[in-house]
């Protein structure tokens, strides 16, 4: 199975900041790699898929990058509702995997 | 809009069989691939299995043995089946549609845009 690591696992950030999740896959995954966003009782929501698409009716304040092993999601100005917990997931060969997830705090 | 309702039973007892259905609502189902996923209490996701729009279906390793995924088109529902739980079962489930992605050349791009709200089970003696 391909791992997906993330870091930080936690990260505390004020409104407006510009924050970055990195997450590393244990191989060479090329692009397929997806953001999710997710708030407690909630289910996930899809937020970049392909490394760097920006799903609909997501603001672009979201952003994604990367290829191979390596890759980002941003965030620039947050917003109070983006304090939530964030997974990446592979889609490059089965199964798929997630990341341990990065929860995103308010400072 | 497409919507997943989910249901089944959320309270087992070890070594009984986990069920659960998700139907789907407002859109096309049998061009798609449907996902379930899993996350325990406190903890991260969990890739349960698949079954794709061609009626094959992948199964996470760990859960192989013990797992079927099945649809039924006529009623636009996907159903799990794990038998003999433990604690280790205990867990929020989702199914979730997973979205194709095809872009030139020979890159399928697959992501789960569409998810159910959940359904928590937990299994206790």
């Known amino acids: 199975d391909i791992q997906m690591t993330q870091s930080p696992s936690s990260l505390s950030a004020s409104v407006r900041d510009r924050v970055t999740i990195t997450c590393r896959a244990s191989?060479?995954?090329?692009?397929?790699l997806n953001w999710y966003q997710q708030k407690p009782g909630k289910a996930p929501k899809l937020l970049i898929y392909a490394a760097s698409s920006l799903q609909s009716g997501v603001p672009s304040r979201f952003s994604g990058s990367g290829s191979g092993t390596d890759f980002t999601l941003t965030i620039t100005s947050l917003q109070p509702e983006d304090f939530a917990t964030y997974y990446c997931?592979?889609?490059?060969?089965?199964?798929?995997?997630f990341g341990q997830g990065t929860k995103l705090e308010i400072k | 809009q497409v919507q997943l309702q989910q249901w089944g039973a959320g309270l087992l007892k070890p070594s009984e069989t986990l069920s659960l259905t998700c139907a789907v609502s407002g859109g096309s189902f049998s061009v798609y691939s449907w996902s379930w996923i899993r996350q325990p209490p406190g903890k991260g996701l969990e890739w349960i299995g698949e079954i794709l729009h061609s009626g094959g279906t992948n199964y996470n390793p760990s859960l192989k043995s013990r797992l079927t995924i099945s649809i039924d088109t006529s009623k636009n529902q996907i159903s799990l089946k794990l038998t003999s739980v433990t604690a280790a079962d205990t867990a929020v489930y989702y199914c979730?549609?997973?979205?194709?992605?095809?872009?030139?050349?020979?890159?399928?791009?697959?992501?789960?845009?569409?998810w159910g709200r959940g359904t928590t089970v937990t299994v206790s003696s």
């Open positions: 997931q592979q889609s490059h060969s089965t199964p798929d995997t």
């Open positions: 191989q060479d995954i090329t692009n397929y």
């Open positions: 979730a549609r997973k979205q194709l992605l095809v872009r030139p050349v020979f890159h399928y791009y697959y992501y789960m845009d569409v």
